[in-house]
């Protein structure tokens, strides 16, 4: 019932509806807009480089004769799929470390603050560029471990101060008085009454690890070729950016576009899961 709330509220909220428009949108054209393409991302066409927008290449080439097409929409999706795979590791881990730390208190509450404030200390952005080019040979999934593990840190300091008041509730007490064990308590009764904040905060994650990502790639610390993303274009794109602008603007302005849609997703969410809203 209260999802069927959130959801006409969220509805309600302009900016929200075109958040979501745009979204749908764009999901749509990097994984359906492919098949209309008379190019693979990696096909070369050697009659064709630097070639500028026209009916046969839609949207140029690249400098090897790449369709610039087929390729954005393939950094796009990698864009997604890191976005989305880092919001959920980031604000799943930032749920468990601070319901357990909050719930249980005393030194293992002590121990994970205590690393809690080491992480947030580290000077993020030069760890993950030392460690990233030791990494060329691995999957790009340790790329995507990586930003999740400096992502995390804040909510958890917020879930852990919230976890705090819920471990008093009457039906937390009630679970332990039951003898639940306490790990069930916490993913049953600690976790789900967070919802609305690990909501907001998975859907703002999303556009910050793709931000992140377009920024590590962009100096190469992030995707390796052969394959690519929006921030490997964007990197190469900004060489020729006066003379072949169609090599920048289309990679950059997808990136703004989906940034912007699930910003403004994350704020409508923001309001709609807010009870004190008047959107």
């Known amino acids: 019932m209260r999802s069927k709330v959130v959801f006409r509220r969220l509805l309600r909220n302009k900016q929200a509806r075109y958040g979501l428009l745009a979204l749908v949108v764009l999901v749509a054209l990097a994984y359906v807009g492919p098949f209309f393409g008379a190019y693979e991302w990696t096909d070369k066409d050697f009659m064709s480089f630097l070639s500028a927008p026209g009916a046969d290449h839609w949207w140029g080439t690249t400098s090897i004769g790449q369709d610039m097409y087929a390729v954005t929409l393939r950094g796009m999706q ?6 989305l795979l880092v919001a959920l590791i980031s604000t799943g881990l930032a749920a468990l470390v601070g319901a357990f730390a909050g719930y249980f208190g005393g ?7 205590w690393g809690v404030d080491l992480l947030l200390v580290l000077p993020s952005f030069l760890i993950i560029a030392i460690i990233s080019p030791r990494l060329r040979e691995a999957s790009w999934l340790w790329f995507v471990v ?12 917020v879930v852990r101060s919230m976890t705090l008041s819920l471990r008093e509730r009457e039906y937390v007490l ?7 064990p306490r790990w069930k308590i916490i993913l049953r009764h600690i976790v789900p009454n ?7 905060d998975a859907t703002l994650n999303v556009s910050g690890a793709i931000i992140g990502e377009a920024a590590l790639s962009f100096f190469g610390f992030g995707i390796q070729p052969p394959d690519v993303s929006l921030g490997t274009l964007i990197a190469e794109g900004s060489r020729n950016a006066t003379g072949y602008p169609w090599l920048f603007a289309f990679p950059a302005g997808l990136l ?3 940034v912007l849609s699930v910003n403004l997703i994350g704020d409508g969410l923001r309001d709609a899961l807010d009870p004190g809203s008047n959107s």
């Open 194 to 200: 967070l919802s609305s904040l690990l909501i907001i």
């Open 256 to 258: 703004v576009a989906l």
């Open 174 to 180: 009630a679970a332990v008085y039951m003898g639940i």
């Open 78 to 83: 990698k864009s997604i799929i890191i976005g």
């Open 146 to 157: 990586l930003l999740a593990a400096f992502s995390w840190m804040i909510t958890s300091r």
């Open 107 to 113: 030194w293992p509450d002590r121990l994970l603050m």
